[in-house]
């Protein structure tokens, strides 16, 4: 399974595009429309099962009542566990390819760059050869509008909980991913990943986030403009 990690140039479609701060760095980027935001910062109970029910009003439009509230419960089970992770944002797609529903999920945290000698070009070469000596997956180091990346491509298993089988017990399925690791020069690090259990989406899926990780954009604490690869990093 590959994707084409030339990630081109994207155009921002949204008025208002997510943000996290990492500590004097801003980090900006774009979500496709078909993305829903997750609640993962709302700690109010109440108000984060409000969004949820929106936002399975918003992703299955005239759906039964049945299928909405699945999937607010499976939305609530993932905000759950990507909470637990610290993750700083997140979104859900649903949608049909090729008369298939399919189903993808966009988170983006923030992390504590490896120690690694030669700052952004350092750490990249370091991310790089730690995923290589890991794992199976397929890892390239490559160069986005905002500066140095490394991309990660490979399967892993998920478990299902009980709650949503029929049988009532845990089933294993695989999930589909590319991870994006962009360091920065202030030894943070963002780590972007899209995922999918449903292959039929992969490949728009792949090509929407590519177009999201090419959306990445930097900026130094006064607002000018952060490329890491031109700023000899």
């Excluded at 991870?179 to 449903?198: A, C, F, G, H, K």
């Amino acid at each position: 399974m590959t994707t084409d990690t030339e990630l081109p140039e994207f155009v921002p479609t949204h008025a208002v595009s997510p943000a996290i701060h990492a500590d004097d760095i801003n980090v900006r980027w774009v979500m496709p429309e078909i993305f829903h935001d997750l609640p993962v910062q709302e700690t109010d109970e109440d108000e984060a099962v409000r969004l949820l029910e929106e936002l399975a009003d918003k992703a299955l439009p005239g759906a039964s009542e049945e299928d909405r509230t699945r999937l607010a419960v499976i939305c609530a089970l993932s905000t759950g566990d990507l909470m637990a992770a610290t993750v700083d944002y997140a979104s859900i797609c649903v949608t049909a390819v090729d008369e298939a529903l399919c189903t993808a999920t966009v988170f983006v945290s923030l992390t504590d760059s490896p120690e690694a000698p030669g700052g952004v070009r350092g750490a990249t070469k370091a991310i790089a050869s730690g995923l290589r000596r890991t794992g199976t997956d397929e890892v390239t180091e490559v160069e986005l509008p905002c500066g140095r990346a490394v991309t990660c491509i490979g399967t892993r298993n998920t478990t299902l909980t009980g709650q949503l089988t029929d049988e009532g017990e845990p089933t294993d399925f695989p999930t589909w991913y590319i991870r994006v690791y962009v360091p920065l020069p202030n030894d943070s690090m963002v780590i972007m990943e899209m995922q999918t259990p449903t292959m039929a989406g992969w490949e728009v899926f792949s090509t929407m986030f590519g177009n999201t990780v090419s959306s990445l954009r930097l900026f130094r604490a006064d607002g000018s403009r952060l490329i890491t690869s031109e700023a000899g990093e």
